[in-house]
């Protein structure tokens, strides 16, 4: 499996539908990919607070059609970052938007947990309620959680009880922080034995330097590839079967009791 992440730089004063435009013509140049990503909130900014209602739009809004369409060309999973949503009753919310290769909105997630400290975006949008799996076609099955999720592991410990075997996570992580960025995607992937897929943005959101460093990390915390700081496409060749024969092989997931589902 063949993955793109898309480390695309929030440049100030790029208008939003050149973003969308600049951003649909990386995913089609991704044709020979099975998965391509983008990163959270890329349209306006993860720190641009005071714009997020100006730019907020719902499912079928710009981003949306700009989006399947490019995967549709390309023929590719689109995992299309996050965008602002304004749902039918005005609430916002920030949500991921995954395609299937025909371009069809596929599946959507709200971000659980919010960053800000009851500021920006924890004050500004609603919170998600479910953890979200997908099958990826005849694939893998995928795990969704969106940045500040990375710090939450009872997350993806429900996502890998879900049955997800890679991690995907959009992100707008902070240069300051990006020590965390990586120590936190590899902590993932070792405890939970399976791919991390972590995607985020270059350049700076509102003042605030973003970390890049996109990473894909395998399920024994390898470090399979990894960007640089500015923008960047990280391509990186995936083995689906490894989740199987990790797990097989160093059962740690069997020996966990605390939080262990009850059998169905």
């Given at each position: 499996m063949r993955a793109a992440l898309l480390q695309i730089a929030v440049r100030p004063g790029e208008p939003a539908e050149e973003r969308r435009l600049r951003a649909a013509a990386l995913v089609r140049e991704q044709r020979t990919a099975d998965l391509v990503m983008l990163p959270e909130l890329w349209t306006v900014g993860a720190f641009a607070f005071e714009a997020f209602a100006a730019h907020a739009e719902p499912l079928d809004g710009p981003t949306a059609r700009a989006m399947g369409a490019a995967a549709a060309d390309a023929q590719v999973w689109l995992h299309a970052?996050?965008?602002v949503e304004r749902d039918p009753a005005g609430g916002l919310f920030n949500t991921s938007l995954v395609?299937?290769?025909?371009?069809?909105?596929?599946?959507?997630?709200r971000k659980i947990h919010r960053f800000g400290f009851d500021r920006g975006e924890a004050a500004l949008l609603g919170r998600g309620e479910e953890?979200?799996?997908t099958p990826l076609g005849a694939g893998p099955t995928a795990g969704l959680a969106?940045?500040?999720d990375l710090r939450f592991p009872e997350q993806f410990r429900l996502l890998v009880d879900a049955g997800a075997e890679l991690l995907l996570v959009p992100a707008g992580w902070p240069a300051a922080r990006r020590a965390h960025w990586s120590?936190?995607?590899?902590?993932?992937?070792?405890?939970?034995?399976a791919y991390v897929l972590a995607c985020g943005t270059a350049g700076e959101h509102a003042g605030v330097a973003q970390a890049g460093h996109s990473v894909v990390v395998d399920p024994w915390g390898e470090v399979v590839a990894e960007a640089g700081a500015g923008e960047e496409t990280?391509?990186?060749?995936?083995?689906?079967?490894?989740?199987?024969?990790?797990r097989a092989e160093f059962p740690a997931l069997g020996d966990r009791v605390l939080g262990v589902p009850a059998p169905r």
């Open positions: 970052g996050s965008i395609f299937d290769p025909a371009g069809r909105l596929h599946r959507t997630y953890a979200v799996t969106t940045c500040y120590l936190l995607a590899r902590a993932r992937a070792v405890e939970s034995q990280l391509l990186a060749e995936l083995d689906p079967a490894l989740v199987a024969r990790t």
